[in-house]
């Protein structure tokens, strides 16, 4: 008895331990399937496309001062191997008569100009907004005369100068820096009479560099490519007012991507180097 008991047992124990397998079985595989489906019926949430670099396209007319034409030629090289689609026209001057150009209604998309009270009436008249403009360069006033010429040799000797080439102060941030800075060294009185006005730092370059004028006043920025100029003198800093270049995105516009790619682009890395280059100092 005490023999068929036990081999009772055995068997109601295996048929025990059968079941409970059988059913761990069953639920592993459910689960099992459960995973796979899961992985097969998620989806990743669709991404809204972002517009790259080749995406932007349009024209775009920059007005800006004429001391950034070197650096602005190269940049804008820069610009168009990330934004072939972007077409770049420049018109470079004075700032007051960039100013009085987009007062009176000139077709223009971004405002590049070297003098903050030039650029902040542009603003006061609703064409740019605070927020779509930075002040973005500084500059430096110097003294210029022919190469090879000693008769000047810095501003105590400006008086030996028969012509004196400056901007005309009137349109010519350069100019308008000049005036200050020789009322302030005490020495306006004794050249006035010498001074010959150009339309911007460009002329006045190219009068000391043909010989048309013994001795100019320029940015630093405007003698790195010069060959027949040399820098002699820098005006002191608290002579004049501080030589700021603020860039603006126009508020009327009809591209604006290109707009904002110039404008952004303008801030960048790669740009400031060769702003860098060129003698700005970047804000």
Do not use: W
């Not at 308008?176 to 010959?196: C, P």
């Amino acid at each position: 008895m005490k023999l068929m008991d036990g081999l009772k047992f055995l068997m109601l124990f295996l048929a025990v331990f059968v079941v409970a397998a059988c059913g761990n079985g069953e639920v592993d595989e459910n689960i099992t399937d459960d995973e796979d489906s899961t992985d097969t019926t998620l989806e990743s949430p669709e991404e809204a496309p972002e517009d790259t670099a080749t995406d932007v396209e349009g024209t775009i007319t920059v007005s800006a001062a004429a001391s950034l034409v070197d650096a602005l030629g190269e940049i804008t090289t820069l610009f168009n191997e990330e934004y072939p689609e972007v077409t770049v026209d420049y018109n470079f001057g004075g700032s007051g008569a960039l100013m009085q150009q987009i007062i009176q209604g000139a077709p223009v998309d971004l405002f590049f100009s070297a003098n903050v009270d030039h650029f902040q009436e542009v603003m006061e008249e609703g064409y740019i907004d605070e927020e779509d403009s930075v002040d973005l360069l500084t500059n430096e006033l110097v003294l210029i005369v022919p190469t090879g010429s000693d008769s000047v040799t810095s501003f105590d000797d400006l008086e030996n100068a028969d012509q004196i080439a400056i901007g005309n102060p009137e349109s010519v941030p350069a100019g308008e820096y000049s005036v200050e800075a020789f009322e302030n060294m005490d020495i306006m009185e004794e050249i006035e009479s010498k001074l010959i006005y150009a339309e911007d730092v460009r002329q006045v370059l190219n009068y000391v560099e043909t010989g048309n004028a013994d001795a100019g006043m320029v940015y630093h920025t405007d003698t790195i490519m010069s060959d027949g100029a040399d820098v002699v003198d820098a005006a002191p800093e608290d002579a004049h007012s501080p030589i700021v270049y603020p860039l603006g995105m126009m508020n009327d516009t009809d591209d604006e991507a290109a707009q904002l790619a110039f404008f952004e682009f303008m801030q960048s890395e790669e740009a400031g180097e060769v702003f860098n280059e060129y003698g700005f100092i970047i804000q």
